[in-house]
């Protein structure tokens, strides 16, 4: 009678392959698991938290795109203000001056070309050949003249003009009896009102004249 067959796994050379098998076999395992660590898959979370954490620097920037256009726009305000603050300092300077030339009209400091002086009445002029009287009789910036010698003789008409404190006269005097000299004033009235000072021209002469008031 045959002897029974034996396993292959029943022999050493079986027993040791076997064992070599699953050595292999758990080897492979660990690899395939990182250590036997199934939690080493995918992680969607942190790939998740790295797109928040993305979305949160483009939140950035844009936050600060939005500060840099409102500084630069209270800039631009500060500077428009800044400006019409200078415009309206420059303004109420030249009102001021204005109103400083104003006072000063209405003090009586300036005298304007449109104010009219007052020279009606009689007014003395001495020479070396004696002293005359003109006689002014004004009518608003005109003036009508007499001229009379010491004795009273009437020697000399004509008329004139008053520009504010300045008189030209323009009269004639007869010369000889045979003829008549023409002569010319630029006078200006004093401050006082009782002077008037000035040259006049005759004959292409200038000679100085002043008359004061009787």
Do not use: C
């Given at each position: 009678m045959s002897e029974p067959q034996k396993s292959f796994f029943q022999t050493f050379t079986g027993v040791i392959t076997a064992i070599t098998s699953l050595i292999i076999a758990v080897t492979g395992l660990y690899a395939a698991t990182g250590g036997f660590n199934f939690n080493n898959g995918p992680k969607p979370a942190a790939k998740l938290v790295g797109n928040l954490s993305e979305q949160d620097h483009q939140k950035q920037l844009q936050a600060l795109k939005r500060q840099k256009e409102l500084d630069d726009l209270r800039i631009n305000q500060e500077k428009q203000k800044l400006l019409a603050e200078q415009?309206?300092?420059?303004?109420?300077?030249?009102?001021?001056?204005?109103?400083?030339f104003a006072e000063t009209i209405n003090g009586n400091n300036y005298t304007?070309?449109?104010?009219?002086?007052?020279?009606?009445?009689?007014?003395?002029?001495?020479?070396?050949?004696?002293?005359?009287?003109?006689?002014?009789?004004?009518?608003?910036?005109?003036?009508?003249?007499?001229?009379?010698?010491?004795?009273?003789?009437?020697?000399?008409?004509?008329?004139?003009?008053?520009?504010?404190?300045?008189?030209?006269?323009?009269?004639?005097?007869?010369?000889?009896?045979?003829?008549?000299?023409?002569?010319?004033?630029?006078?200006?009235?004093?401050?006082?009102?009782?002077?008037?000072?000035?040259?006049?021209?005759?004959?292409?002469?200038?000679?100085?004249?002043?008359?004061?008031?009787?």
């Open positions: 415009e309206l300092a420059a303004l109420r300077a030249k009102n001021n001056q204005a109103d400083t304007q070309h449109n104010i009219t002086s007052n020279i009606n009445g009689r007014w003395n002029y001495s020479n070396q050949v004696g002293t005359y009287v003109f006689v002014f009789e004004q009518n608003g910036n005109e003036v009508f003249l007499q001229e009379y010698d010491s004795y009273g003789n009437n020697v000399g008409n004509g008329s004139g003009v008053v520009q504010g404190t300045n008189v030209l006269l323009n009269w004639v005097e007869p010369y000889l009896f045979v003829m008549s000299l023409q002569i010319e004033a630029e006078l200006t009235i004093g401050s006082q009102g009782n002077v008037l000072n000035g040259y006049m021209y005759a004959e292409g002469n200038t000679l100085p004249i002043t008359l004061f008031r009787q």
